[in-house]
């Protein structure tokens, strides 16, 4: 009943060029409420993708001897689920929350680069259209949501879905360090007079050391993705123990030590179980 008067209110006083800006504005914004409720939108989108994945391996599981799914596809839902529900649904519904209250607890009129705000939201879509159309590529990973090498190797894992994967946790975990730059900034430079850092909010505080977090384990789980890809496009020998490399700790060799199984745990601790 309201939703009228208020259309026919916005047609009278913009003209048809505005209107259209208007109707571009969510896709363009920089607020940080808007890009907020985009997160939050976005992490409830694939929420419902990676609940469906959930269900169909649960539908799996109901019954011994159960031929519903066969294994390789099992294993590529066990995958795209757990990526997507810490990449795709954790971890924005959480830059959602920190990106519409944040702000307006320290008394700032938005996050410190608004841009870069901006460019972090939308690389979540992005990430996500990227890993999931590894479905359509040849199949989806098929090597876990922690993709150990040398699984996920080319010998072993031949498809592109782990390519895929690679690149699409690789955009995510840029857009996250963006963030995570963006909320150091914002609570260190736009806090209102009188707001010193012993009276910030709990919220601001959790999330203020969280992104200090977001900068040391991002860049070693980006750095692991790295390795990865040179191995399975360039041939590259980290993680293939029988050229040299080595898919657990040790130091092989200069350069090797920090490898696969490394910087998969270095990330998961600090950058999960935080949550």
């Not at 099992?74 to 519904?93: K, R």
């Not at 990430?127 to 990973?141: Q, Y």
């Not at 909010?201 to 977090?213: E, K």
């Amino acid at each position: 009943m309201n939703g009228a008067p208020a259309t026919a209110t916005l047609a009278m006083v913009l003209d048809p060029a505005e209107r259209g800006h208007h109707r571009l504005a969510w896709l363009s914004t920089v607020d940080h409420k808007r890009i907020a409720v985009l997160y939050l939108l976005a992490g409830l989108f694939f929420f419902v993708v990676g609940g469906t994945e959930a269900l169909f391996m649960r539908l799996q599981l109901a019954v011994p001897n159960n031929h519903f799914l066969q294994p390789n596809t099992y294993n590529q839902l066990f995958t795209m689920h757990g990526t997507t529900m810490i990449f795709l649904v954790v971890m924005p519904l959480s830059f959602g929350l920190v990106n519409y209250f944040l702000p307006l607890q320290i008394g700032a009129r938005d996050m410190a680069f608004p841009r870069l705000n901006a460019l972090g939201f939308w690389l979540v879509p992005f990430g996500g259209i990227l890993l999931h159309f590894s479905m359509l590529a040849g199949g989806a990973p098929a090597v876990g949501w922690f993709s150990y090498a040398p699984l996920s190797e080319t010998p072993y894992s031949s498809t592109l879905g782990v390519d895929y994967w690679a690149v699409a946790l690789f955009v995510l975990g840029i857009g996250s360090i963006g963030f995570a730059i963006n909320v150091i900034a914002t609570v260190i430079s736009r806090r209102a007079p009188g707001m010193t850092m012993r009276r910030l909010p709990l919220f601001t505080w959790i999330n203020f050391v969280n992104a200090f977090i977001i900068i040391l384990a991002l860049p070693v789980l980006n750095a692991g993705l790295a390795m990865l890809l040179i191995d399975r496009q360039l041939e590259g020998h980290f993680f293939l123990p029988f050229h040299g490399g080595s898919a657990v700790c040790g130091s092989t060799s200069f350069g090797r030590s920090v490898i696969r199984r490394c910087t998969s745990w270095c990330f998961r601790p600090s950058g999960l179980f935080r949550k």
